[in-house]
Nanobody, 121 residues
Framework: QVQLVESGGGLVQAGSSLRLSCAASGRTFSNYAMGWFRQAPGKEREFAAAINWSGGTYYADSVKGRFTISRDNAKNTVYLQMNSLKPEDTAVYYC???????????????WGQGTQVTVSS
């Protein structure tokens, strides 16, 4: 089992930055690929960014160039640095752990409870 706890969400104005953190406990963190997903009100959960065990990354087109995913295996933590935030980035952000870097929700085995990000215009 892997337990994931997100933090760092909040209410910010458009153009601002936030850094989300996801702390993992349980099985060896470095063995897992980590992903960030988000779910806006009334919409399906969607992929945002992912990072594999060696640091390779992949981003959704909607966040590419504005968001950066990183991980610190010594701290069992994955981060999502979000810059130039837009109102359409408003969502609950979830981190997830899985065996390989992927964009599909079903590819991830463990999920956190989510953290709310609200971007005002």
């Amino acid at each position: 089992q892997v337990q994931l706890v997100e933090s760092g969400g909040g209410l910010v104005q458009a153009g601002s930055s936030l850094r989300l953190s996801c702390a993992a406990s349980g099985r060896t963190f470095s063995n897992y690929a980590m992903g960030w997903f988000r779910q806006a009100p009334g919409k399906e959960r969607e992929f945002a960014a992912a990072i594999n065990w060696s640091g390779g990354t992949y981003y959704a087109d909607s966040v590419k160039g504005r968001f950066t995913i990183s991980r610190d295996n010594a701290k069992n933590t994955v981060y999502l640095q979000m810059n130039s935030l837009k109102p359409e980035d408003t969502a609950v952000y979830y981190c997830a752990a899985g065996p390989r870097l992927a964009t599909r929700i079903a590819s991830y085995d463990y999920w956190g409870q989510g953290t709310q990000v609200t971007v005002s215009s």
